[in-house]
């Protein structure tokens, strides 16, 4: 039985059938949930941008904008605000230490069934699948 569980979402439209899955999951096993979400910081050089610069606030926007849409998760899947945590960083790793800062036993994340060169080059479900030192659960979003 598990006993804490870490869902890592993108907060994209596939977030809510994520949420609900772990939110199931977490009741099977009466097991406490915690949901993580990672963004990666946005690097520009002016040199190679061929874009326009973006707002000098634009960070900060994006960031409310996502702690507001977690919030909505976590208040209508039951998760309390102290187990919702949006980190800045590459995601795999951020998920990895957050689960081991929890001491996480399973995390749940989504997964696209990505092929080709996606498949190649690795998504962030693979890369948290072979860095966790817990078990992890892929759900398969369709398209």
């Known amino acids: 039985m598990y006993q804490k569980i ?3 979402v993108d907060l994209s439209s596939h977030a809510e059938l994520l949420c609900q899955k772990a939110a199931e999951m977490a009741e099977l096993h009466q097991a406490s ?4 979400s990672v963004v990666e910081p946005i690097v520009s050089d002016s040199a190679f941008d061929t874009m326009p610069p973006l707002p000098v606030d634009f960070d900060d926007l994006r960031l409310q904008s996502l702690r507001e849409r977690l919030q909505q998760l976590g208040a209508k899947y039951g998760i309390r605000a102290e187990q919702r945590f949006l ?3 590459v995601p795999k790793r951020e998920i990895c230490r957050k689960a081991s800062d929890l001491v996480s036993d ?3 994340v989504g ?5 080709g060169v996606e498949l190649l080059l690795g998504s962030t479900a693979n890369a948290v699948l072979h860095h966790a030192q817990c078990d992890v659960l892929a759900v398969r979003i369709h398209k």
């Open 33 to 36: 949930l915690s949901v993580i």
């Open 87 to 89: 980190e800045i960083g």
């Open 106 to 108: 399973l995390i749940i």
């Open 6 to 8: 870490l869902l890592a």
């Open 111 to 115: 997964s696209h069934g990505r092929h």
